[in-house]
């Protein structure tokens, strides 16, 4: 396994994308679902929906296996964007300078 990794300057980085927005983007724009009926038919709160919708909380399992149910989506689909997410969150701060200079232990 190489120990080389490919920096990318902050100013070309794309924006890490919190799974509420892809949520809202890819899943409700343009498909004339109300969030109201989304949070009527998974029993997630209006409010918990907005909040996700908006990047202000992150999906829980729970969150995962209703959205996942109501979409035909495979569990852990949206469990999986929201790991992406606060991984690349933990890259871009301090902790991931940090973690870039652990030298791995040879085996």
Known sequence: MSASRTTIPDEVRLDNVHPGEILREDFL?????PVAEISER???AIAELQALLDGRTPVTAEIDL?????????EGFFLGLQDDYDLEEVRRSEAGAEIERIVPRAA
């Open 29 to 33: 724009i343009g498909s004339d679902i």
């Open 42 to 44: 998974t029993g997630i």
């Open 66 to 74: 209703r959205l996942g149910r109501y979409f035909g989506m495979s």
